[in-house]
T-cell receptor
């Protein structure tokens, strides 16, 4: 079974600073995809960034980047120059092929608050 | 506009009264799935569908039914709701379940008393 763990239930950061949200996962698959989704208070789920496991280069999307450590099964999200609009719950998600094709597993979520 | 439409947005019902939450997508996606979101547990997959007439259980399927008679629609059915099914529900779709990001509906807040 695949599992995803987000060990930080809540985080806070000052506007314009950098914050890192952690995520670890467990799988026996070798090829898979990892995602970070954002859920603002409107409760709409929005894709932030995704990473393919076979790509060693870390994905980046503007102020958002990941630190993907495949051997350690770690997939952290770094938010640079934090903005008030980044306040949201963030979910790490994992999607493998093989026998788990079609099954998407989410972490417990991290509530991020950006303070002015 | 490409979207996943989920209705209703809020629903309050009583134990045992059958209900259906509708989900429709206009992106011609083959893959659709349902999730429930609970505090401290994140999102958990209930059922998913690879294509018309093809459905499979996720991690928490007990007490739920789904059907996929048309590509665009994927309703979630609670035949006999119980209070432990009080939750926030999301429908989602994507082109493929593996590498494509999910497009989510706006969620249904269900309360079963």
């Amino acid at each position: 079974a695949q599992t995803v763990t987000q060990s930080q239930p809540e985080m806070s950061v000052q506007e314009a600073e950098t914050v890192t949200l952690s995520c670890t996962y467990d799988t026996s698959e070798n090829n898979y995809y990892l995602f970070w989704y954002k859920q603002p208070p409107s409760r709409q789920m929005i894709l932030v960034i995704r990473q393919e496991a076979y790509k060693q280069q870390n994905a980046t999307e503007n102020r958002f980047s990941v630190n993907f450590q495949k051997a350690a099964k770690s997939f952290s999200l770094k938010i640079s120059d934090s903005q008030l609009g980044d306040t949201a719950m963030y979910f790490c998600a994992f999607n493998a092929g093989g026998t788990s094709y079609g099954k998407l597993t989410f972490g417990q979520g991290t509530i991020l608050t950006v303070h002015p | 506009e490409a979207q996943v439409t989920q209705n209703p947005r809020y629903l309050i019902t009583v134990t045992g009264k059958k209900l259906t939450v509708t989900c429709s997508q206009n992106m011609n996606h083959e893959y659709m799935s349902w999730y429930r979101q609970d505090p401290g547990l994140g999102l958990r997959q209930i059922y998913y569908s690879m294509n018309v007439e093809v459905t499979d259980k996720g991690d928490v399927p007990e007490g739920y039914k789904v059907s996929r008679k048309e590509k665009r629609n994927f309703p979630l059915i609670l035949e006999s709701p119980s209070p432990n099914q009080t939750s926030l529900y999301f429908c989602a779709s994507s082109g493929t379940p593996y590498n494509s990001p999910l497009h989510f509906g706006n969620g249904t807040r269900l309360t079963v008393t």
